[in-house]
């Protein structure tokens, strides 16, 4: 059974413009959550969605949104990179809130 | 609103026991977690403790909880240098409305 895959590995974009992050839950998980993880930080809450709603959201700006399709995968968007979002993203899959299982991230650097 | 602390640094030798502290704010946490991330890679979840529990043991894992001082512990027994990563607790309420959050994790050290 394959875990929490995610895609791409890294990314280097620049600022202004817009990057798309995609994730595959682990088998059986229904609820996506998104996570940003800055250096030397533990990881903040972005936004989590359930039955291809957004359910809950963290303290981010709308340049942040989101998705979630038929089959629970999700992509991450955000707009107007700034320098400031530069970080780790972390998708995780869970059925529910609890045991929330991640995957190895998507690596963004902004220039 | 909710927060989680950590010491940031932990270092020990190879084959002596690790213990990793935490405490948290918010007296409705219902599950506690400890998380593992090695360099460049994401979170594996170790362990998680309900909040009704006092201790979990899981191989090697310990997890204590203090409900009352809100503080929590992981105990790496025989610690080995493929223990050597970033250790990160988090918590959430039973309620299903919060999200995970994380201390800023402790970086555990093992020296050979």
């Known amino acids: 059974d394959a875990g929490v895959t995610q895609s791409p590995t890294h990314l280097i974009k ?4 817009q990057v798309t992050l995609r994730c595959s839950p682990k088998s059986g998980h229904d609820t996506v959550s998104w996570y940003q ?3 030397g930080q533990g990881p903040q809450f972005i936004f989590q969605y359930y039955e291809e709603e957004e359910r809950q959201r963290g303290n981010f700006p709308d340049r942040f949104s ?5 089959n629970y995968s999700s992509e991450l968007n955000v707009n107007a990179l700034l320098l400031g979002d530069s970080a780790l993203y972390l998708c995780a899959s869970s059925p529910g809130l609890r045991e929330q299982y991640f995957g190895p991230g998507t690596r963004l650097t902004v220039t | 609103g909710e927060d989680v602390e950590q010491s940031l640094f932990l270092s020990v030798r ?20 400890w998380y593992k991330q090695e360099p460049g ?17 899981d191989q090697r894992l310990t997890v204590l909880l203090n409900k009352k001082d809100k503080h929590l512990s992981l105990r790496i027994a025989d610690t080995q240098t493929g223990d050597s990563a970033i250790y990160f607790c988090a918590e959430t309420d039973d309620s299903g409305n919060t999200p995970l959050v994380f201390g800023k994790g402790t970086r555990l050290s093992v020296i050979a």
């Open chain 2, 41 to 57: 890679a994401g979170l594996q979840l170790l362990t998680y403790i309900f909040s009704n529990m006092d201790m979990k043991q």
């Open chain 2, 14 to 33: 190879e084959g002596d026991s690790s213990v990793i502290n935490c405490t948290y704010t918010d007296s409705s946490s219902t599950y506690l977690y």
């Open chain 1, 66 to 70: 989101g998705h979630q399709f038929p």
């Open chain 1, 14 to 17: 620049t600022r202004g413009q």
């Open chain 1, 37 to 39: 993880q800055a250096l």
